[in-house]
């Protein structure tokens, strides 16, 4: 029998990938959608693209009522309403895959200061953080799993791997990131408006962006002691993807070999990276519309700067795609069910 599955908040930009993404999973059925602001609207409707594929209607958030249809949530809401929600199933004995940042950081502390109070710490203990792979075995037995930001996903894959080799300095890491206009979401923004975005390029909220917390937790839990990156984000003029740029100095004299050789050591058998070979670097749009990661890198040889570059569909990848897969895990079934999917070029 399939798995049914709820998705509270379907129709933001992540919700409509969700079921995109889970028409093609054979182990699991959509068995009801949320949003406030399209009750009584067949999803249809509000997404032609979905049109003769799933004849349900959205409906408004009741949990008693949600908690009947479903097995399995995918809550795809903003903080604050997901912290609210999210325990309502849990207590219900549902297993959930939050999207927003409500779950990802283990310290209430931390979250309050970029976010707001949290009115859930309880169960930050319980969520797991929702990188597959670096967290696989703690997803598998998770109630709660906190899927990560898209940048911190696209920055922490490039590296956490060098940190557990031991094979950078951790001093004076270096993200630069620059993603698609669908990661503010899709709700009308000024900053977000075609004319506003178009032909221009711009960072913003340096020192201040909220995944910054994000990576800092997972490279610190790894070394036990603080560390501390400089972030920069970018917004680019393009719908979806994110292309990551990392600058870090080696403490081993590598080549640029040795480096590739590095993470096609980590992450062998992993089944979403792609490591690419020397003197090939990744690009947006060899990743879009799937659940890749590709990776590339570039070693200064004669000093000790290295830089790596990864790219994530900012949708899938770093959000909706690793929410599948970490479903997946969480019910057991092959991590790649519902995500062999070619991505989309041009």
């Known amino acids: 029998m399939k798995t049914r599955v709820g998705i509270i908040g379907a129709t933001g930009y992540t919700g409509v990938e969700l079921l995109r993404l889970l ?14 602001k399209y009750a009584g609207v067949e999803i249809g409707r509000v997404f032609p693209t979905l049109m003769n594929h799933l004849e349900l209607k959205c409906e408004e958030l009741s949990v008693e009522r949600i908690s009947q249809k479903v097995d399995f949530v995918l809550t795809a809401v903003p903080h604050k309403t997901a912290m ?13 895959v939050d999207l927003s940042a409500d779950f990802r950081l283990k310290d209430p502390v ?6 707001q109070k949290h009115t859930a710490a309880d169960l930050l203990p319980e969520s797991v953080y ?7 075995e703690k997803i598998r037995s998770a109630k709660i799993v906190g899927n990560p930001g898209c940048y911190p996903t696209g920055a922490l894959i490039g590296l956490i791997p060098l940190v557990k080799k031991e094979l950078i300095s951790l001093e004076a890491i270096i993200v630069d990131a620059k993603s698609g206009v669908s990661g503010a979401g ?12 178009n032909e221009g390029v711009k960072a913003y909220k340096i020192f201040a962006h909220r995944h910054t917390p994000e990576i800092e937790q997972e490279l610190s839990q790894i070394v036990q002691r603080e560390i501390k990156v400089t972030f920069v984000p970018h917004l680019i003029p393009m719908d979806r993807g994110i292309l990551t740029t990392l600058y870090v100095r080696l403490i081993k004299k590598l080549k640029t070999e040795d480096l590739l050789n590095a993470f096609q050591d980590y992450f062998r058998g992993e089944p979403f990276i792609r490591i690419y070979p020397k003197g090939k670097l990744p690009n947006t749009k060899d990743v879009r519309g799937s659940n890749f990661c590709d990776i590339g890198a570039v070693v200064s040889e004669p000093d000790d700067r290295a830089v790596v570059v990864t ?8 959000a909706s795609g690793e929410a599948v897969q970490n479903m997946n895990i969480m019910l057991g079934c092959p991590e790649t069910m519902g995500l062999e999917v070619v991505p989309l070029f041009p």
């Open 186 to 197: 899709r709700d009308v923004v000024l900053e977000s408006l075609f004319c506003e975005v």
């Open 84 to 96: 609210e929600t999210v325990p309502l199933f849990y207590r219900r004995g549902k297993k959930v």
């Open 110 to 115: 931390v979250y309050e200061r970029w976010y």
């Open 23 to 36: 028409f093609h999973h054979p182990e699991v059925e959509v068995t009801a959608l949320t949003s406030q």
């Open 311 to 318: 790219a994530i569909d900012n949708l899938v990848k770093g």
């Open 130 to 136: 929702g990188l597959p792979e670096f967290h696989r």
